[in-house]
């Protein structure tokens, strides 16, 4: 079985005022189809660089990257935007969300936009899924915290992706609210069998899932 997401001595390097300043520093990471995996490390470590260059957002200054089976080497920001879509999900700390449309277009819009058929049922069912079945209609102003990130997560999950990536998708959020946010996630990635990589400051979190990586300094060091 191939990996969903492979890594080998990936270098990203980004420019600074006072020089040159090294980010990830050879950084050779797996992860498996239908895998979680928590990765954990202090802020500047970079873990949420390791994000942006699995994804093809930010350019590997070195190595190469190979997400579903296909190189992100040399790829244009068109092609690595239809790789994307409707394969790869985020979610973010910050929620994202259109202020100008409730719940259920925020999360119709992107399968529309990635061409997916049958876009309505699949947004009712992946609000129906994260317990906000009578939230729809809502806009994310009259949503709570958790509300909008549940929102967040029904609409990185709503196209069946093959693999979703969470960077601090609790961090905004109380502990009991965040450990709510993190079931849904956890169980809807695992329910449809897709990998699921989680950058966590939260041990807790990072214990759900069935691997842990650690970073420091722009290395993986466990």
């Known amino acids: 079985m191939n990996p969903?997401?492979?890594?080998?001595?990936?270098?990203?390097?980004l420019p600074a005022a006072s020089g040159p300043v090294e980010i990830l520093k050879g950084v050779s990471f797996r992860a498996m189809?239908?895998?979680?995996?928590?990765?954990?490390?202090?802020?500047g470590s970079g873990?949420?660089?390791?994000?942006?260059?699995s994804t093809g957002i930010e350019r590997a200054?070195?190595?190469?990257?190979?997400?579903?089976?296909?190189?992100?080497?040399?790829?244009?920001?068109?092609?690595?935007?239809?790789?994307?879509?409707?394969?790869?999900?985020l979610v973010f700390q910050s929620f994202h969300l259109l202020a100008t449309m409730n719940a259920f277009d925020n999360v119709r819009a992107p399968l529309e936009i990635a061409g997916l058929a049958n876009v309505d049922d699949l947004a009712r069912s992946a609000l129906t899924a994260v317990g906000l079945a009578q939230r729809m209609d809502h806009y994310p102003g009259q949503l709570s915290g958790g509300e909008r990130q549940r929102v967040a997560v029904a609409r990185a999950l709503a196209s069946n992706p093959s693999i979703v990536f969470a960077d601090e998708p609790t961090g905004n959020l109380d502990r009991a609210?965040?450990?709510?946010?993190?079931?849904?996630?956890?169980?809807?990635?695992?329910?449809?069998?897709?990998?699921?990589?989680?950058?966590?400051?939260?041990?807790?979190?990072?214990?759900?899932?069935?691997?842990?990586?650690?970073?420091?300094?722009?290395?993986?060091?466990?």
């Open 33 to 43: 189809p239908g895998e979680s995996v928590a990765i954990v490390g202090p802020s």
């Open 177 to 222: 609210t965040g450990a709510m946010v993190a079931d849904m996630l956890f169980a809807i990635a695992r329910e449809r069998s897709a990998t699921l990589i989680v950058v966590t400051h939260d041990a807790e979190i990072a214990a759900r899932a069935d691997r842990i990586v650690t970073m420091s300094d722009g290395r993986i060091v466990a």
């Open 61 to 89: 200054t070195k190595g190469s990257i190979q997400l579903l089976n296909e190189t992100l080497d040399g790829k244009s920001e068109d092609a690595l935007a239809r790789l994307r879509r409707g394969r790869v999900s």
């Open 4 to 13: 969903a997401l492979s890594l080998d001595d990936v270098h990203l390097t």
């Open 47 to 53: 873990k949420s660089s390791l994000i942006g260059v």
